[in-house]
């Protein structure tokens, strides 16, 4: 797919294109229900809270197990927020549908931008996928059979996650996660180095290319459920589509879904819904 829909735009455009917020009327009201959603999930489940992955304050995770279950799958979910913003409190709203299931849920804490950069932020996650591969056991967890999620730039850090050369230096084996449910993500950070979010992010065109997923695919074989909202941007769109093009044909099994009605922060939330499609489809990555 071509990249011609955002070089040619002018930097306005690109800016809009590229600026989520402004697909919504009032943001913080789906940040909100992120948290009003995800808080009773800590009294109502069994949890391990607070585990220390890495060195960094912020390298924290949550995980649910699911009771009587010592082998259960495990979905890895790393929220979004342009890279600068929300917590693991903020999403684990699906973990009560998830563990019902008999898969296990973990949320990934990470430190925010600008504090550190985008290289150290995939490295923060990075150490939190291997963590839960080397002591998913003594938790309950299969750890070879792990799919990892995340929405918008945890779309981003998923692919990161899935990509290869990074593993051995953890003691991981090549393949950690079998497969990918990324929604709304951003895959090619090309425009988003010049648009307003690499105010935060101060990326050089290089590093742009070297944090992008689209040049660092998957392995063939690789299970992905590659999602957007229906009032997603046409950017977004056409990010998740030209990474879905390029995942095939790497030789990855790939889905696609647009999601009707929903917009690029409340589109996660039908993970609570057990028959939606997007919950569905994830679910059909373990199988």
Request: a negative charge; charged letters at 20%; glycine letters at 8%.
């Amino acid at each position: 797919m071509s990249d011609v829909a955002w070089t040619a735009m002018d930097a306005d455009e690109l800016d809009r294109q590229y600026n989520a917020r402004g697909t919504v009327p009032d943001v913080d009201v789906f940040l909100k229900e992120y948290r009003d959603t995800s808080t009773p999930m800590y009294s109502r489940l069994p949890c391990v809270r607070d585990v220390r992955y890495g060195p960094h304050v912020d390298e924290t995770l949550d995980l649910f197990p699911v009771p009587g279950n010592a082998a259960a799958p495990l979905f890895v979910f790393i929220h979004g927020g342009y890279w600068r913003a929300l917590a693991k409190e903020d999403s684990v709203f699906m973990a009560e549908t998830f563990t019902a299931r008999g898969i296990a849920v973990a949320s990934v804490n990470y430190a925010l931008s600008p504090g550190v950069g985008l290289d150290e932020i995939v490295a923060q996650c990075r150490r939190a996928l291997a963590w839960l591969y080397h002591h998913g056991a003594a938790h309950g967890v299969d750890v070879n059979r792990i799919v990892v999620a995340g929405s918008s730039a945890g779309g981003h850090l998923g692919a990161m996650l899935l990509a290869p050369g990074w593993q051995a230096a953890h003691g991981l084996p090549p393949v950690v996660a079998q497969g990918g449910a990324l929604v709304s993500g951003l895959f090619d950070l090309a425009p988003v180095q010049r648009t307003r979010p690499n105010q935060w992010l101060q990326l050089d065109e290089a590093q742009a290319h070297a944090l992008s997923p689209l040049h660092t695919l998957p392995p063939a074989g690789t299970r992905l459920l590659i999602a957007v909202a229906e009032i997603d941007t046409a950017e977004f769109k056409r990010q998740s589509a030209q990474y879905a093009e390029a995942c095939r044909a790497q030789g990855c099994v790939v889905q696609t879904l647009e999601v009707p009605r929903r917009n690029h922060f409340d589109v996660i939330m039908e993970w609570m819904r057990p028959f939606a499609p997007l919950t569905a489809q994830t679910w059909s990555l373990f199988s």
